[in-house]
């Protein structure tokens, strides 16, 4: 069992940074795969970015690539999402996810871990 609790949501103008972080449980955490997800109100959660367990891989979806960067601290157990260039259309609750494994998986059906989510909104 891994529990999740993300921070460092807000409020934000375009143009804006912002670090989101997600503290798990547990004393294995280099062996869960991390994600952050997002969903945005009447949308469906879509998938962010990802980091393998010990963080050698790394994925983004398209419209985050270049403006996002997903890093992880095992000592500490946690994972960051650095967000630049935030543009209105970021505006989600953004969630972090964690799964057993040393890859980058991308699916929401993936991670059967869940944190409570942040609120990032971005005003134009």
């Known amino acids: 069992q891994v529990q999740l609790v993300e921070s460092g949501g807000g409020l934000v103008q375009a143009g804006g940074s912002l670090r989101l972080s997600c503290a798990a449980s547990g004393r294995t955490f280099s062996s869960y795969a991390m994600g952050w997800f997002r969903q945005a109100p009447g949308k469906e959660r879509e998938f962010v970015a990802t980091i393998s367990g010990r963080g050698g891989s790394q994925y983004y979806t398209d419209s985050v690539k270049g403006r996002f960067t997903i890093s992880r601290d095992n000592a500490k157990n946690t994972v960051y999402l650095q967000m630049n260039s935030l543009i209105p259309e970021d505006t989600a609750v953004y969630y972090c996810?964690?799964?057993?494994?040393?890859?980058?998986?991308?699916?929401?059906?993936?991670?059967?871990?869940w944190g409570q989510g942040t609120q990032v909104t971005v005003s134009s």
């Open positions: 996810g964690a799964r057993p494994g040393n890859y980058a998986y991308t699916q929401v059906n993936e991670y059967p871990y």
